[in-house]
């Protein structure tokens, strides 16, 4: 098992990308914990992408003052990365199904987001 990171996408995830997969599963896949190893380091941080499409980072976890729930913009942050989840697609299903995206951020804001690979 190697190291990774924990996100959140609340951003809307364009139709074109998600109508083929709703049909198909019972996901509302902004509810999803996904993982990435895009960032630097992979120390389990805590990451969120907001409604707005703002990258955010959870405060330092060995901080004394760490809430999970603080979160700082990542104004800095430029780069491209892929996230991805295993989930059950609906409530009867017994095997799970895996779904990456490819995001690409500029100075902190999403600019564009690919479906990368779907699969039951």
């Known amino acids: 098992m190697s190291r990774f990171d924990n996100l959140q996408y609340k951003h809307e995830i364009p139709e074109r990308l998600t109508l083929p997969i709703s049909l198909l599963t019972q996901t509302n896949l902004n509810d999803l914990s996904y993982q990435t190893k895009g960032f630097d380091g992979g120390y389990f941080e805590n990451y969120l992408i907001d409604e707005d499409g703002l990258l955010l980072k959870s405060k330092d976890k060995y901080d004394d003052a760490y809430n999970p729930t603080d979160y700082h913009f990542c104004s ?34 999403v600019t564009e987001l690919k479906l990368v690979e779907y699969g039951p």
């Not at 989840?85 to 409530?91: G, K, T």
């Open 76 to 109: 800095n942050y430029t780069g491209v990365f892929n996230f991805y989840s295993n989930f059950y697609p609906n409530a009867y299903a017994l095997k799970t199904s895996y779904i990456e995206f490819k995001c690409q951020i500029v100075d902190g804001k």
